[in-house]
């Protein structure tokens, strides 16, 4: 397996990934879901507010307690843009077709409910730090679902034990109380989850890279500076 690191690309429209990124950061209170690291640009945000005394997290914790860990966050597209965006010609390209195929075998409904609009859903995005989102993208990070307690994952990695930061870990996710903002779906953490596994053990894995190259990468993210 050869994982290759793709390039932060922005697509779709700013309006509507505005309101991804915003949705995100409140069911995701400016933390990263897989490290709990709080965003570095929203810490310095609230410490020239309020000062290094009165700037809290969402637990009214201060920032400025020893055991506060900060580091840049991304809302991450768990399937991405690329994946459906048309060629000039209103149609796809073989590459993309291909990996759209592979996706259907993992999940025959899944690629409906990226359709349109729906891609830029709460459901399709986690906040991750950079160095996260880098394992996530790469399949060398994947989330598998604890038994029947919501929104729990175990979270494991392919990286070497001397590279995995953070991680095996097991976290519950932050659905917000009213319900109001989609937790991550987890049909979209299994499709990823599943690749991961096959890039890892199969030897089709060259393969496999080469299509999800072509299409612009799987796993694409988004980083906004707040």
């Known amino acids: ?21 915003g949705a995100c950061i409140i069911r995701d209170p400016n933390r990263c879901v897989i490290s709990r690291k709080f965003d570095r640009a929203k810490a310095l945000e609230r410490f020239r507010q309020h000062g290094g005394n009165k700037a809290v997290d969402q637990d009214d914790v201060p920032l400025s307690d020893p055991g ?34 592979i996706l259907t075998m993992f999940d025959s409904g899944v690629v409906h409910l990226i359709e349109g609009i729906d891609i830029d859903r709460p ?59 989609d937790p991550p779906s987890s049909r979209f953490l299994a499709v990823h989850r599943a690749i991961a596994h096959i890039l890892h053990l199969s030897a089709a894995g060259d393969y496999s890279d080469d299509i999800l190259s072509d299409v612009g990468g799987i796993w694409h993210s988004i980083s906004w500076v707040y």
């Open 1 to 21: 397996m050869k994982p290759q690191r793709q390039g932060h690309v922005f697509s779709g429209t700013p309006e509507r990934l505005v309101s991804l990124r």
């Open 68 to 101: 506060q860990k900060f580091d840049y966050l991304e809302v991450a597209h768990n399937l991405p843009h690329s994946l459906t965006q048309l060629k000039s010609s209103k149609e796809l390209n073989s590459s993309k077709v291909a990996a759209l195929a």
């Open 123 to 181: 459901s399709n995005a986690l906040t991750l730090t950079l160095s996260h989102h880098v394992s996530f993208g790469d399949f060398r990070a994947y989330f598998e679902p604890v038994g029947d307690t919501p929104h729990t994952y175990h979270i494991g990695t392919f990286l070497p034990p001397d590279l995995a930061e953070d991680v095996p870990v097991t976290r519950t996710l932050f659905p917000t109380e009213d319900k109001s903002i």
